[in-house]
């Protein structure tokens, strides 16, 4: 006598394209990853890098920037400001954006604008934190040169203007020859 029948199957079909989709995305990240000319990186809480761009585990090990010609930052000499920062962003869940000085271990200073993010797990707890890292010694020298663009100019248009009204001031005051009241009157004016 049969009671009942069981009958297991797999739709393997199904499970085959599930497996491409993902695969396919894991391919794509990956591409991403070695592409994209940005030094970004994913540690842990123990300062373990996980994963991240193509040149970013040089720079997070060895302080190399590839980007920036090779730069290769001094590590030790910021490792308690990256400490303070990443306790900043694990202590208060946000997201810290800053431009800091980093020395290169031939003792120049270079300016590099840091993004800082935490990553969560699915109990919304911090398991980690995502950092951008980008030289931005190109804009600090742009923006010192159109500060002095600016002042040079400013100074030489007061130049300009001071020899101007001195001038209307003696032509004003009759010093190159006698001036009516109505165009005294124009030159204060002026």
Same mark, same amino acid.
């Given at each position: 006598?049969?009671?009942?029948?069981?009958?297991?199957?797999?739709?393997?079909?199904?499970?085959?394209?599930?497996?491409?989709?993902?695969?396919?995305?894991?391919?794509?990240?990956?591409?991403?990853?070695?592409?994209?000319?940005?030094?970004?990186?994913?540690?842990?809480?123990?300062?373990?890098?996980?994963?991240?761009?193509?040149?970013? *585990? #040089?720079?997070?090990?060895?302080? /190399? %920037?590839?980007?920036?010609?090779?730069? +290769? @930052?001094?590590? !030790?000499?910021?490792?308690?400001?990256?400490?303070?920062?990443?306790?900043?962003?694990?202590?208060?869940?946000?997201?810290?954006? *800053? #431009?800091?000085?980093?020395?290169? /271990? %031939?003792?120049?200073?270079?300016?590099? +604008? @840091?993004?800082? !993010?935490?990553?969560?797990?699915?109990?919304?707890?911090?398991?980690?934190?995502?950092?951008?890292?980008?030289?931005?010694?190109?804009?600090?020298?742009?923006?010192?040169?159109?500060?002095?663009?600016?002042?040079?100019?400013?100074?030489?248009?007061?130049?300009?203007?001071?020899?101007?009204?001195?001038?209307?001031?003696?032509?004003?005051?009759?010093?190159?020859?006698?001036?009516?009241?109505?165009?005294?009157?124009?030159?204060?004016?002026?």
């Amino acid at each position: 006598v049969i009671n009942g029948f069981l009958s297991v199957s797999k739709n393997f079909d199904r499970d085959n394209k599930t497996q491409r989709k993902l695969i396919e995305k894991f391919r794509l990240v990956n591409s991403f990853l070695e592409n994209i000319p940005i030094l970004a990186y994913i540690k842990d809480l123990h300062n373990n890098f996980i994963v991240g761009t193509k040149y970013s *585990k #040089e720079f997070f090990q060895c302080g /190399i %920037d590839y980007y920036a010609g090779n730069i +290769k @930052i001094d590590l !030790s000499d910021s490792a308690s400001l990256i400490e303070e920062e990443d306790k900043y962003v694990i202590k208060n869940k946000k997201v810290l954006i *800053k #431009e800091k000085i980093l020395k290169s /271990i %031939d003792g120049n200073d270079h300016w590099y +604008k @840091i993004y800082k !993010s935490p990553v969560y797990d699915e109990q919304k707890g911090i398991s980690g934190i995502m950092t951008l890292v980008q030289n931005i010694d190109e804009d600090k020298k742009l923006e010192v040169q159109k500060e002095l663009f600016l002042a040079t100019m400013t100074h030489d248009l007061k130049n300009l203007l001071h020899a101007q009204i001195s001038s209307l001031q003696l032509l004003s005051k009759g010093k190159f020859g006698t001036v009516s009241e109505k165009q005294k009157e124009i030159l204060d004016m002026i």
